[in-house]
């Protein structure tokens, strides 16, 4: 099957199944072979290793991961896609699409029965409208994997690199941090992909860490502590995270502990670096 990198060749596959790109997927087809070879790379796809592709669209991205990997398991919803998912894939024996959402599939299980056990590489041009909750799904839900490389919306790129104290910073970048390294890999502009989405869109890497940055006694009361803490980004954090139904220290103990932080009692949340939220759940515990 002739590379649909080429804009050309993606246009005859789209016209050949009269396919109607369908918004409420978030599609957005990559018509960039530059693109896509530099994905691969920052990606450093290897024939040891086995690939998850989130949403393959008409498998432009899959056949550049099919010659790199050893195997593919690309998971795409869109019931129109399948058909031509087959058709352009024919050429190669190491891909498995599977016709599903990917915040319904069991990933652990999925790489436990597919990929003999060995952690996977996530690749994808994601659709954004879900950009959040796939990347949590993959950290918070302990899928063994060893990179994610994905194509996101620039500003979800900024965010998730962001620090303290800018105005990017928030529970994505904590979160993001805490699992993983992230290397932006390169700007893509609108002209790239078909449809052109309305937003500007970045690559970013995020290479997991073996072991998270900082040592917290409760992790879901770090993460519980970050997202009250954003919630309410204007107050301070002894208001934002005494008003937090998520949260069920009284105000005293709060203020106990923010002082014991030594932050000062005044301080807001997005002043915080991940290691003072961490300390502050060790306190509260
Ligand atoms: N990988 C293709 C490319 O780069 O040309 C398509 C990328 S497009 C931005 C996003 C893809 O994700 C679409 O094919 C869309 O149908 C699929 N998708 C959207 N929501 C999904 C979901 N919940 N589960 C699986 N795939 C989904």
Redesign the pocket.
């Known amino acids: 099957m002739a590379d649909l990198g080429n804009p050309k060749n993606t246009i005859a596959v789209l016209q050949k199944y009269q396919f109607n790109f ?1 918004k409420k ?6 018509i960039d072979t530059h693109v896509l070879d530099k994905i691969i790379q920052a990606a450093e796809i290897t024939k040891e290793d086995y690939v998850l592709e ?4 008409i498998g ?2 899959t056949q550049y991961l099919c010659e790199a990997a050893k195997a593919v398991i690309a ?4 019931d129109n ?1 399948i058909p031509i998912l087959q058709d352009t894939l024919q050429a190669y024996d190491n891909v498995t699409v599977l016709h599903q ?3 319904k599939v069991d990933l652990t299980e999925l790489v436990r029965e597919r990929c003999e056990g060995k952690p996977i590489k996530v690749v ?4 954004y409208y ?1 950009t959040t909750p796939i990347i949590m799904g993959l950290f918070e839900g302990q899928v063994p994997l060893t990179s994610v490389t994905v194509m996101v919306q620039k500003e979800v790129a900024q965010r998730m690199q962001a620090g303290p104290g800018t105005k990017d910073y928030g529970a994505l970048s904590l979160a993001v941090q805490y699992f993983s390294q992230p290397y932006l890999v390169a700007n893509v502009p609108p002209n790239c992909f078909m449809p052109r989405p309305k937003v500007g869109s970045a690559v970013i890497r995020l290479t997991r860490h073996e072991k998270p940055p900082v040592e917290v006694k409760d992790q879901r009361l770090l993460f519980a502590l970050i997202r009250a803490s954003f919630n309410q980004r204007r107050k301070t954090l002894v208001n934002g995270l005494s008003n937090s139904p998520e949260i069920s220290f009284s105000k005293e103990e709060i203020l106990k502990a923010v002082e014991a932080l030594g932050a000062g009692l005044t301080v807001r949340g997005e002043a915080l670096t991940l290691e003072q939220f961490a300390r502050l759940a060790d306190l509260l515990k």
Do not use: K, R, S, Y
């Not at 997927?25 to 990559?30: D, E, I, K, P």
């Not at 989130?54 to 669209?57: D, E, H, L, S």
């Not at 998971?75 to 869109?78: F, H, L, Y």
């Open positions: 369908a997927f978030g599609q957005n087809f990559l989130i949403g393959p669209g432009t991205m998971v795409e919803i869109d896609l959402d990917i915040l994808a041009n994601l659709p879900i």
